[in-house]
């Protein structure tokens, strides 16, 4: 069974470590296939592509974009992404510089609570990547004042929490806009996250997202429960919809996920690989 993740991140953003060791992972934990879809940012797929050549691994490239969204977390992948493109490029920067100005906010907050966290500390932390709210988390965790990563997002980062500083973020359609002229692939990440309290709200906010470009759904997902995994995937079939999914792996920083060996593993196999090739071959009309 040729198995894949289409969801990892690396230092490039919030990952503990590097495109190419996360690459290594993947191949060691048996996938045939992975995308790397680091948060608003491409810049670790040269490294991961010339990794994935080098083991012989299959590197998807891919981004993972915040967007607007009120009450919940909206994140959408861009699997396919050129990340070549300029434009992109251009759209990104505009992301990146919000999480690098957010940082320090984050920082005055925790010090005005008593919490003597640096923001040298925390770049250190980072190893040299994308500086982001899990890497503070670290810090923290470091300095004593939580016990986990968990902890320090429900009581300090967390969206509305003692720490929280909220950042720029493109409205959903810009986002998918974004990815489709990259010639990628954009798919809703992660559903649960939206906050939605009923699966009404959710199939009227996919509906939406679909008429502005939406191609996929990520049914398959670490935290996930059997019951959700189940009522997305009659949706993404319902409304014909691509279906993705991954573990999210974070490395360190989300320590209970492990490449190749989440709870639904044996349903993400090569074919939804293939049927994303074949989508993004007709709607670009390319070749091969």
């Excluded at 590197?59 to 915040?66: D, K, L, R």
């Excluded at 759209?91 to 906010?105: E, F, S």
């Excluded at 994308?130 to 004593?144: C, D, K, N, S, Y």
């Excluded at 720029?168 to 990259?182: G, H, N, S, V, Y």
Aim: charged share 20%.
């Amino acid at each position: 069974m040729k198995l894949i993740d289409l969801h990892v991140h690396s230092t490039a953003s919030d990952g503990s470590y590097s495109p190419a060791e996360v690459v290594r992972q993947a191949k060691a934990g048996g996938l045939t296939a992975m995308a790397l879809t680091d948060h608003d940012t491409v810049d670790g797929l040269p490294e991961a592509m010339a990794a994935g050549q080098t083991l012989g691994l299959e590197v998807i490239p891919g981004v993972e974009i915040s967007a607007q969204f009120p009450g919940g977390t909206m994140h959408i992948l861009g699997l396919y992404v050129d990340y070549h493109n300029g434009l992109l490029d251009q759209r990104l920067a505009v992301l990146k510089q919000a999480r690098i100005d957010r940082n320090p906010q984050i920082i005055a907050k925790l010090n005005a609570l008593g919490i003597p966290i640096t923001m040298a500390r925390v770049e250190e932390i980072s190893g040299g990547g994308q500086v982001g709210r899990p890497h503070i988390a670290r810090a923290l965790m470091e300095a004593g004042y939580v016990s986990d990563l968990q902890e320090a997002f429900d009581k300090y980062l967390g969206w509305r929490k003692l720490a929280y500083v909220s950042k720029f973020r493109f409205p959903p359609d810009q986002a998918l806009t974004m990815i489709k002229e990259a010639k990628g692939i954009p798919v809703l990440a992660h559903p649960f996250t939206l906050g939605l309290g009923s699966a009404y709200a959710l199939k009227n906010l996919v509906m939406e997202l679909k008429a502005q470009g939406l191609a996929g759904l990520e049914v398959f997902y670490s935290e996930h429960t059997p019951e959700q995994q189940a009522r997305y995937l009659k949706l993404a079939l319902e409304l014909d919809l691509l279906i993705t999914g991954g573990s999210d792996y974070h490395g360190l920083n989300k320590p209970e996920i492990t490449l190749g060996s989440m709870p639904c593993q044996d349903r993400l196999t090569y074919n939804l690989v293939e049927a994303l090739k074949a989508w993004r071959r007709r709607e670009y009309q390319l070749g091969g």
